[in-house]
């Protein structure tokens, strides 16, 4: 009986990720994730999905960011009507990002008709709702069958709640074979997060490769990185605005703002979240308060709530969130992350002509957004059509990147290059994937590949 692999997404690149495993008759998809990038191509990969939902049985999910479970609607949309496996968490989280997602194409789409463009959503709050439906939340280290022959267990790997390292055994031909997909792979020591657990053995390995070709700056305290910028920042006043994603990003930044001040190594200071996202994100990490890590779950023995404390508030509607312009100290966390949308840009209108204030960017910053723009330490920028100078002050922070970079990955893997017969590198761009490739052969791994989109490989 047939036990392949075919690549339909994240292959030579690290988004719309869709790998599709064929056990005999039947199809198993591993994550179905939205392509993301320049507009058009990425409209044109969303629309028409390399495989028909009639043609796929089941969906085995490793985590919710967008460019792993946003395709899943569409999915439905084309006649999926299977079982969507991943774990509890995720199913939690998945809930909140197609809901998003949908909420965002709603509003280009109106954007779109506005200038005569007649097209349709990808999806809608009905397709997403026809999707929770077919989830099935499993915890961490149950092992269930999934299509005869398969059996799937899910390891915490350490990247976003919920996130996990995919293990499938099969019997196929009465032959035991495990194969891996890593998903994301997440760091040691990140903050509320347990570290990634232990690859297992394996005879097939599927390897993400984001940083491939790349390590993280070395590693800094974290707590005390934020505290001297802050106490730099606002020691005459002043406010810090914080763009940060809803998920993790936002919820480390709350957590270490907390514990300073706890330990009395910052003043009391307000800090708001005003994000809806980011707030629904933190109730739902609060929700699952037992997958926190151990310095997290003693925090929380000892009475300090990482999230929910004295001091931090959560933002709910418009009017309260335009009330924060007369905030003038304080921290405001708010999303989105590289300042593209969202209430972020309406502090910034404030701040940014504003000496005393300061933005602090504690993520990756893509080409072309206004938060790489700040990072540049352009003079002026243009936010909804008009141009500011920028008069604040500008930091940022590393530190917080939840992938693994090339030498935590190999940390992470070389345990298995005498066992494991083949390895797949996706989920990076045609550089780092390849690089990352060299890195495993000469550690010791035999049969390394780097599929092409639509490669399909017999597992030996
Ligand atoms: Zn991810």
């Given at each position: 009986m047939t036990l392949s692999l075919t690549f339909l997404g994240a292959a030579r690149h690290v988004t719309g990720t869709k790998h599709l495993l064929t056990v005999g008759d039947k199809k198993?998809?591993?994550?179905?994730?939205?392509?993301?990038?320049?507009?058009k191509m990425a409209e044109h990969a969303n629309r028409n999905l390399p495989i028909g939902g009639g043609e796929v049985d089941c969906v085995v999910l490793s985590h919710a960011h967008i460019d792993h479970c946003g395709a899943l609607p569409r999915l439905v949309k084309d006649g999926f009507g299977g079982p969507i496996w991943c774990t509890r968490a995720t199913a939690d989280m998945l809930r909140m990002m197609l809901t998003d997602s949908a909420h965002i194409q709603a509003q280009d789409i109106k954007h779109l008709r506005k200038h005569g463009h007649q097209v349709e959503p990808l999806y809608d709050q009905e397709?997403?709702?026809?999707t929770l439906r077919l989830v099935r939340g499993i915890d961490y280290h149950e092992t269930f069958d999934v299509v005869p022959g398969l059996r799937v267990t899910f390891l915490d790997a350490g990247h976003i709640l919920g996130a996990a390292i995919v293990v499938m055994d099969t019997d196929v031909d009465h032959r035991q074979r495990r194969i891996v997909f890593t998903g994301d792979h997440g760091r040691k020591e990140l903050p509320i997060l347990r570290d990634p657990e232990r690859i297992p053995e394996c005879d097939a390995l599927i390897?993400?490769?984001t940083y491939g070709d790349r390590l993280h700056p070395p590693r800094v305290d974290m707590a005390s990185e934020l505290q001297r910028i802050v106490e730099e920042e606002?020691?005459?006043?002043?406010?810090?605005?914080?763009?940060?994603?809803?998920?993790?990003?936002?919820?480390?930044?709350?957590?270490?703002?907390?514990q300073l001040m706890m330990d009395g190594r910052?003043?009391?200071?307000?800090?708001?979240?005003?994000?809806?996202?980011?707030?629904?994100?933190?109730?739902?990490?609060?929700?699952?308060?037992?997958?926190?890590?151990?310095e997290t779950s003693e925090l929380m023995?000892?009475?300090?709530?990482?999230?929910?404390?004295?001091?931090?508030?959560?933002?709910?509607?418009?009017?309260?969130?335009?009330s924060l312009n007369e905030v003038r100290e304080g921290v405001i966390v708010s999303a989105s992350g590289m300042c593209e949308s969202g209430r972020v840009l309406h502090h910034l209108k404030q701040s940014i002509g504003r000496k005393q204030d300061c933005v602090l960017l504690v993520g990756y910053q893509a080409e072309n957004t206004l938060g790489r723009r700040l990072m540049d330490g352009m003079d002026e920028v243009r936010i909804y059509g008009d141009t500011y100078k920028v008069r604040c002050k500008v930091r940022s922070m590393s530190g917080f990147s939840a992938h693994a970079d090339y030498s935590e990955l190999l940390t992470a893997e070389r345990h298995l290059a005498m066992r494991c017969k083949q390895v797949f590198v996706v989920h990076g761009e045609e550089e780092p994937a390849m690089a990352f490739a060299g890195r495993l052969r000469d550690v010791g791994f035999r049969d390394v590949v780097v599929p092409a989109k639509r490669d399909c490989i017999d597992i030996a």
């Open positions: 198993v998809l591993l994550d179905c994730g939205l392509v993301q990038g320049p507009r397709d997403v709702e026809r390897t993400e490769s606002l020691h005459d006043g002043g406010r810090i605005i914080v763009p940060a994603f809803a998920v993790g990003r936002t919820q480390s930044v709350v957590l270490f703002l907390g910052l003043p009391k200071l307000p800090i708001y979240v005003d994000s809806p996202m980011s707030r629904e994100a933190t109730k739902i990490m609060a929700a699952h308060a037992d997958l926190f890590d151990k023995r000892g009475g300090h709530h990482p999230l929910f404390f004295e001091g931090v508030r959560y933002v709910a509607d418009v009017e309260e969130s335009k």
